[in-house]
Every structure is written in C-alpha cells, then in structure tokens.
C-alpha cells in the first residue's frame, strides 16, 4: 500500500517540537497576533527572500486580501488559469472582478503564454499566475505582457513553497504573492492558514489592514476591511515545520526523479516536464492518459493512493457556466479526463515510488 498523503506518519516524526511548540502557545494564550505569529512572518519572509510576509486565515482569503490591495479599476478583468483550484478564480469574483480563463501548457502545466496574449482586452487589469503542481509559471514572459498593457501580477503560489524560477523564489517576483497553509500543502499548518508575500511597502501595509479590520492600531479604523490572521496556533505549528521543509522538497525530488525516469519512455503515459530554469517542488506529480479508467484500476488494484487535480476545469464548473468560457480545443478544457495524481510526499521512499511504478505496469 502506498498512501497519497500523510500527515499522521509526519507529525509523528516531529511529534516532540509539535506538541511543545502548541503547549507554549496554550500557557502564553497568544492565540491573536504575538509572538508566534510575528515570528513565523519574518522566518517566511526570509526563507522567501522577500521584504513582507503577512499572515492571514488561509490561501483563498490571501488572493482576495492581495487583489483589493491592488486597488484596480473596478469591474475590470483578471486573467486565470482554466486548470487550477477554485479559489484562484473565486478570490476574483469575491473581489468584484471578472474571471476570463486562459488555457494551460500541456508540458508543465501553468499557464500558457500563448492564449494569455490572446485573452488581453482593454478592460484587463491583472492576472493570476499560478504555480501549479509547484512548477513556477514563465515569470520572465509574464512582466514583459504586463508591463507592455499595464497589468499587475498576482502570484498564486499555494502549491509552490520553496519553489523557484531561474533561482529565484516565487512569490515577490511579481507584485504580489500568496501562500496556502492547508494542511496538505507542502507546507502545512494543523488548520486553515495563509500568507501574502511582497517587496512592495505599501501594499503589505494595505494587505495587514485589510486582513485585520481595517485598522492599524486597536479602535482606529481607516476603512472596512475583514477578520482574516493567522493565529498563534498555526504559527507555532508552521515555525516547527519550516525547518523541515527544504528537507521534505527534496524527497519530492527524488521521488519524482525516480518517476520521470521510469515512465519516461512510455507512449501511453505522459509525464509532467521540468523546464530548466525552473526549480519544481513537485507539490504534485500529475500524468496524462488517454484511459484513465484503465490506469485509475490499476492502481486501486495494487492499493496505490492517488488524485486528481482537477477532474473538471474551471471554465466547465456549474459555477462559471454564467461566464460561457467554452474552448472545444483549449488542451486544459479537454485534458481534464485525462488527468492522475502520483503518490508524492516525504512520507514515500524510493520502494515506494517502485511499488507505483510496477502497478501502472512500465
Ligand atoms: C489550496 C489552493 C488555494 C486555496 O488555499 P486555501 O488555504 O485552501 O484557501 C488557492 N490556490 C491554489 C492553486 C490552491 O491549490
């Protein structure tokens, strides 16, 4: 049996600092705000190499905290990728903008630049590149389309801790950035838990505004903002597990090193591509096939855990049939039935990984 996720085995392994780490956050009762929180920001930020990190209640209200700082003419149109979670598009919606999808490259699955230049319209203010699976999006190509009509640049890169494009952490290469710490992300907190990243002053002052009720200090409110901050439990939790991280990605590398070597040749299966500047954290492992039943079968059979990210692409989701975003030929609007997640994680060894590879029979 191999297991597509789990946590338990992890906190087992860290189970002294975790437990520890919780029982100081109860005796202290710094559960808002404190020293867990502030600590886990700096320690973020410098392992992002960035100048701000701001905590907030989890990945979706990141996006949407990040976009209203951005204070873009309203009503206007965001870019997002038509193969991702729901709460890239979401957070646009919720934000007052309107979501145009854009199509995915079918090597490493971010988004393509391609149809990004074709989706640009007068009425564009933004896009949402997100680092999917942990692969970064062509950060280079992107800023030169935003720069040429005026766009700003959120990256969304709750997949993506650690990753990086031509050495470069995500994150603050654009404007703005946004982590998710669900706790199967690969930096995990034990709840619901997120991040804003940027090198911009203004906008992490905005940001920490907006999360914390638009205020600065206690009762002086300079506009209406919302209650959503990271607290003192997560913190604690996150400050322990950041130490392992870079640890954690490289058995991910390894794992997905050993994929890519052995179902690399085979015609049926393809596998994901890592461009050469890119460092992939492989928060997924994603192939295609063209008989996803027959493989999805073969790994129940041998008792492999698996996923699929996404079995229904944004565009063709009831919840944006409202938007009539209908490609017949976009690769991301017909590849959805294609689509299997890999067991990947630290809790997998290279026997493992074997055992998955002998279950798909290459
Ligand atoms: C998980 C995820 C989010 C949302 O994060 P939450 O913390 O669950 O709100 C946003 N975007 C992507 C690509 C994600 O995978």
Redesign the pocket.
Request: proline share 0%.
């Given at each position: 049996m191999v297991k597509f996720l789990d946590l338990h085995k992890q906190y087992k392994g860290i189970k002294t600092e975790i437990d520890q780490a919780i029982q100081t956050v109860i005796s202290e009762s710094s559960f808002i705000g404190g020293p867990h929180v502030a600590s886990f920001e700096k320690s973020f930020s410098s392992y992002q190499n960035c100048s701000f990190c701001i905590g907030v209640g989890?990945?979706?209200?990141?996006?949407e905290i990040a976009i209203e700082a951005l204070d873009l003419e309203p009503g206007g149109e965001i870019i997002v990728p038509a193969n991702?979670?729901i709460?890239?598009a979401e957070a646009v919606t919720r934000a007052g903008y309107r979501v145009v999808f854009c199509d995915c490259n079918p090597n490493d699955y971010t988004i393509s630049i391609e149809d990004l230049k074709k989706r640009i319209s007068s009425s564009t203010v933004a896009i949402i590149a997100?680092h999917?699976y942990g692969h970064p999006c062509d950060m280079d190509l992107i800023l030169e389309i935003s720069k040429e009509h005026g766009l700003r640049v959120i990256e969304?890169c709750?997949?993506a801790h650690g990753a990086e494009y031509k050495g470069q952490k995500v994150g603050a290469i654009a404007d703005i950035g946004?982590f998710?710490?669900?706790p199967g992300?690969n930096l995990g907190a034990y709840g619901?838990?997120?991040a804003i990243v940027t090198n911009d002053k203004d906008l992490a002052r905005s940001c920490r505004m907006i999360a914390n009720h638009g205020r600065e200090e206690k009762y002086s409110h300079q506009l209406e903002g919302r209650n959503s901050r990271l607290d003192g439990l997560q913190a604690a939790v996150l400050n322990v597990k950041l130490k392992y991280l870079d640890k954690w990605t490289e058995k991910r590398l390894l794992i997905a090193d050993f994929y890519l070597e052995h179902l690399g040749n085979n015609g049926e299966i393809y596998s994901p591509v890592r461009r050469k500047w890119a460092k992939q954290v492989y928060?997924l492992f994603v192939i295609r096939h063209s008989n996803r039943e027959l493989l999805l079968r073969k790994l129940r059979d041998s008792n492999i855990g698996y996923g699929i990210h996404y079995p229904i692409a944004l565009p063709k989701l009831k919840a944006y049939r409202y938007l009539n975003q209908h490609e017949e030929n976009g690769f991301a609007w017909r590849s959805d039935n294609q689509l299997v997640s890999l067991p990947i994680g630290e809790h997998m060894d290279i026997g493992d990984a074997m055992k998955v590879i002998e279950a798909l029979g290459t």
């Open positions: 989890n990945g979706t209200d990141a996006l991702s979670f709460a890239s997100v999917l969304d709750a997949q946004t998710s710490f669900y992300k619901d838990a997120g928060h």
